[in-house]
């Protein structure tokens, strides 16, 4: 027996992903009938099939659904930021497809889903950071206490909620979960009754939008809520509307983004 070759076999399997068909296949026919099959039976299944009909195949009428199918598979198993990467990519590259009208849907959607998406890129700082984050939420939760006779703001719990939303903002000054952290501490001085503090809460919300993570929850969500702040605590109606106009100027590139939506809603609530 010829080792080295059953070695080899091996390694080309484990690098497929799938199952010992991807090495007995051979044309790019044979992998995308296989692709097809494992794709209808799972969400993620036909990755690799359809990756070697685009990459390890010479030209085929197979590639272009290939790609399509790559993209698919990521918005059909949550995986927002590579649906998007690659219907793009499938758009750019396939312009003439008969899939176009439905990747550009998928792309739409793709976007509008990803914002649910806290942080969409986990490096060792980010999560990091969104632990210092869910330490100084554990004080949040605690600053004011409801008993029998009345509530209480515990200034002890207000400042260790804001050492921690500190020690982000400090030692990760430009990160996504930054970000969460100004976000946070804006809404501790949401949680007062004195416009000095309704102030410092707008002041941090404009911390975080200008740090411009527009493709994450808490980016867009800085921005809408200086609008908010402006409406409910400071009843400022003429700067309310010029936030959220703001927001909307943001989102240009993005008119179905869900941030653009609330924004024009509000200013239509306002301008009654």
Same mark, same amino acid.
């Not at 990755?47 to 197979?62: A, I, T």
């Given at each position: ?8 076999? #091996? ?45 390890? #195949? ?215």
């Amino acid at each position: 027996m010829n080792y080295k070759k059953v070695l080899l076999l #091996c390694c080309f399997l484990c690098f497929t992903g799938n199952s010992g068909f991807a090495g007995i296949l051979t044309t790019p026919e044979e992998l995308f009938k296989m692709g097809k099959a494992q794709f209808e039976c799972y969400e993620a299944g036909g990755r690799s099939f359809f990756y070697q009909v685009l990459y390890l #195949c010479p030209k085929n009428e197979y590639q272009e659904e290939s790609a399509f199918l790559i993209a698919k598979s990521f918005t059909l198993s949550g995986d927002w930021y590579r649906a998007i990467f690659h219907l793009e990519k499938f758009l750019k590259n396939y312009p003439q497809s008969k899939f176009v009208e439905e990747a550009k849907t998928l792309l739409i959607d793709s976007k509008a889903l990803s914002l649910r998406t806290i942080f969409p890129r986990w490096s060792i700082e980010s999560r990091l950071g969104d632990a210092y984050v869910g330490y100084g939420y554990s004080h949040v939760t605690r600053c004011v206490r409801t008993g029998e006779y009345g509530s209480v703001f515990d200034k002890n719990e207000f400042n260790s909620a804001m050492y921690w939303f500190d020690k982000v903002i400090n030692e990760l000054p430009k990160t996504p979960v930054t970000v969460s952290a100004y976000s946070f501490k804006a809404q501790v001085y949401l949680m007062s009754d004195k416009e000095s503090d309704y102030k410092k809460a707008i002041e941090e919300f404009q911390k975080g939008a200008a740090l411009d993570y527009l493709d994450t929850f808490y980016g867009g969500r800085c921005w809408i809520l200086i609008g908010d702040v402006y409406k409910d605590q400071l009843k400022d109606r003429k700067k309310a509307i010029e936030s959220y106009k703001a927001v909307i100027d943001r989102y240009k590139d993005d008119p179905d983004n869900y941030f653009v939506s609330y924004a024009k809603a509000q200013i239509i609530f306002l301008s009654k």
